[in-house]
């Protein structure tokens, strides 16, 4: 039996990839243009800003994103004093970073442009529709995180 044609268009990956990548560079200009960020940069901040004092394999796990990309990013958040090397005396291997006083002032500055940039998405949705979404995008997320 022959496999069906893959129709890109309804190719569920795909999908999910473009669509990332339009909402990044929909609410990248904000910080971009203001702050001179990277998406990678700015993912970094906004995790140090919900989870401060983590170590980078943390951000590489919550971001789903590449070691070396988050690692390079860090580094240069870290040039930039927007981050902070903390010293953790019961690990030295895992130096947890957290967000330097400037570092959180660029993540108040950000995080409400972020957070309008959302709903101007969700206003497309009804209220259902916002709550089945997030089920949806739950259960794909396990289902993703349980596949070798």
């Known amino acids: 039996m022959t ?22 560079q929909g609410i990248a200009r904000t910080y971009s243009e203001r702050f001179g960020l990277s998406v990678t940069e700015w993912r970094v901040i906004a995790i140090l800003g919900r989870f401060p004092a983590i170590p980078a394999s943390q951000i590489v796990e919550r971001s789903a994103m590449d070691k070396v990309a ?40 950000i995080a409400p442009a972020a957070l309008d940039y959302e709903q101007k998405l969700l206003a497309a949705l009804t209220p259902d529709e916002r709550r089945m979404l997030n089920t949806l995008l739950d259960k794909l997320d396990a289902v993703s995180r349980a596949e070798p």
């Open 3 to 24: 496999a069906p044609p893959l129709k890109l268009e309804e190719f569920l990956p795909y999908r999910l990839s473009v669509l990332s990548n339009q909402v990044s």
């Open 70 to 109: 988050i690692s390079r990013a860090v580094r240069r958040l870290l040039e930039a004093g927007l981050v902070l090397r903390q010293s953790d005396h019961s690990d030295r291997r895992a130096k947890p970073l957290s967000l330097s006083d400037e570092g959180q002032a660029v993540h108040a500055a």
